[in-house]
């Protein structure tokens, strides 16, 4: 069982419209959660950081951690053709680091 | 405030010669990692640094990847041999502490042929 899954997409939507990025994760135990923005040929770059429940807002990102149900999502409001990238939602579980296979996004103008 | 530095950008080698790669990580940050990234995958860490002390580096294939950070602060990473299936993006990134947010340098894509 992978430490933390993500849908590969591609997932597609028209521009303004709100793109949904999902990710689960296997040990119960985890404290910290990140996203992560990755173009094509570029190295990641950090979108958000979350540590407790509930939503946490920036700009027009909201991250969302359920750790009942071991699972944490990004929203991006008004979706902009400048976001089609990689997102990629990174785990902290004791010491250790482990980044899902990231779910490919593409806005349509 | 400066980013992550690493080099080279971009390396091309044979099989079973040798490759090394460097990484300065943001000031006053403590803590280093090595990833591998290979084409559609996450990163995979390779190896984790706390100042100059390794924390894991249990991904790390030791008979032929090796790793240091001396003085706590830049880091060179050595492949030798590299081998066919070591093509990938090597990202060097840094945290203030474990359990913080990772900042990447832009990283160094090698081809080996």
């Known amino acids: 069982q992978k430490e933390v899954e993500q849908n590969s997409g591609p997932l597609s939507v028209p521009e303004g419209a709100i793109a949904s990025l999902n990710c689960t994760y296997s040990?119960?135990?985890?404290?910290?959660f990140f996203w992560y923005r990755q173009y094509s040929g570029k190295s990641p770059e950090l979108i958000m950081s979350?540590?407790?429940?509930g939503d946490k807002e920036d700009g027009r990102f909201t991250a969302q951690l359920n750790k009942a149900s071991q699972y944490v999502s990004l929203l991006i409001r008004d979706s902009q053709p400048s976001d089609s990238a990689t997102y990629l939602c990174a785990v902290m579980s004791g010491n250790q680091f482990y980044f899902g296979t990231g779910t490919s996004l593409t806005v349509i103008p | 405030e400066a980013g992550v530095a690493q080099s080279p950008r971009y390396k091309i080698i044979e099989k079973r010669q040798s490759v090394a790669f460097w990484c300065n990580p943001i000031?006053?940050?403590?803590?280093l990692y090595w990833y591998q990234q290979i084409l559609g995958q996450g990163p995979k860490l390779l190896i984790q640094f706390q100042n100059n002390g390794v924390v894991d580096d249990s991904q790390l294939p030791k008979d032929r990847f090796s790793a240091e950070r001396l003085k706590g602060v830049d880091s060179t990473l050595k492949i030798q041999p590299a081998k066919l299936e070591d093509s990938a993006v090597y990202l060097c990134?840094?945290?203030?502490?474990?359990?913080?947010?990772?900042?990447f340098g832009p990283g160094t894509r090698l081809t080996v042929t």
């Open positions: 000031s006053g940050h403590a803590t």
């Open positions: 979350i540590y407790s429940n």
């Open positions: 990134a840094s945290s203030l502490d474990p359990g913080h947010e990772q900042y």
């Open positions: 040990d119960r135990g985890s404290q910290s």
